[in-house]
């Protein structure tokens, strides 16, 4: 049989500080009624500025990840690092995470594919290990997001979706059933303007000014509902083609976990595609949009509950800035 993905170690890591709706209500006119009814968010996550980053926590759930699988950081010979929020504008977090894992001098790929960075790390193991250039891959996902926005009525639009956190996957070459059927990666690059955080770029002498600071386009900029429309759409494209390839049809699968964007889309793809409650995993309720590590964080929350188990048919789908998307369909 053709050597395929599979994961073997999960890991995750949340930082400490809880942020409710009710905290954000002081700062920012909102409610926490007007949060829940419209994404189904309760709480999130912020890191610690100065003792947590990006790369840290990432670092956290690589090493959870790694003693899952049984694995060394030796062992790994290629690190995939997805980020839109990296501790630097460069070098990216890959080899920050290599130094502090002790790993050898492998190769470490930075992605940027933001909401969608797991199914484009995903994509990218996958044709790693089916070519042999690579044998063991760590997957990291680690997003830090509070520093990114203002936690103010100017910012709100943003500010109550998104919280920090991290999540990783150890991913070896598997000759049998198990491992990734299909995966499949996509891009529109004419919507990138609907979600992106316009300065500080590499467009403007200089790069950073007070102005900048002033008008608010520092900050991450979303048109909502055209990335919602958007969204629906893609996602059950992408997941239908995932099964489409792999043969089997919606009532064969264990489990979707799709990225925790809202739990409004959630539930609108669940009804489109007339899966059952069971069939459909949620935590954003909990996190709120952790963009690349919502997929890990909850498939590592899936499997601590049990909900993983050999045989299974597992469909993960994202959708994020760019537009990007994927999705993909994995035997437990
Ligand atoms: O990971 C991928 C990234 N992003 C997404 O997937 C986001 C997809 N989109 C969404 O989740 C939804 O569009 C949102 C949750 C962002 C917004 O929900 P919506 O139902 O599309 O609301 P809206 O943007 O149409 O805003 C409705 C109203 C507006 O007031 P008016 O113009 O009706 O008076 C907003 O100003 O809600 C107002 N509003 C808020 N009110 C209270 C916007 N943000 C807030 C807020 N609290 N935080």
Known sequence: ??????????????????????????????TDAWIQERTGIQARRFFTPGKESTATMGAEAAKQALERAGRRPEDIDLLLFATLSPDYYFPGCGVLLQEMLGLQNIGCIDLRAQCSGFIYGLSVAQAYIKSGMAKRILLVCSEAQSTL????????????????GAGAAVLEASSDQRGIADVQIHSEGQHAELLYQPHPGTRLRPRLSTEMLQDGSLLPIMNGNAVFKHAVVRFEEVIRANLKEAGIGLEALSLLIPHQANLRISEFLRKQLGLDETQVYHNI???????????????????????????????????????????????W
């Open 1 to 30: 049989m053709e050597q395929k993905a599979y994961i073997t170690g999960l890991g995750k890591y949340l930082p400490e500080e809880k942020v409710s709706n009710a905290d954000l209500e002081k700062l920012m006119e909102t």
């Open 149 to 164: 926005m203002e936690l103010s009525n100017r910012g709100r639009n943003v500010a109550v979706i998104f919280g920090d």
């Open 285 to 331: 309720q909990r996190y709120g949009n952790t963009t690349s590590a919502s997929i890990p964080i909850a498939l590592t929350e899936a499997w601590e509950e049990g909900r993983l188990n050999p045989g299974d048919w597992i469909e993960m789908a994202a959708f994020g800035s760019g537009f990007t998307w994927g999705g993909a369909l994995m035997r």
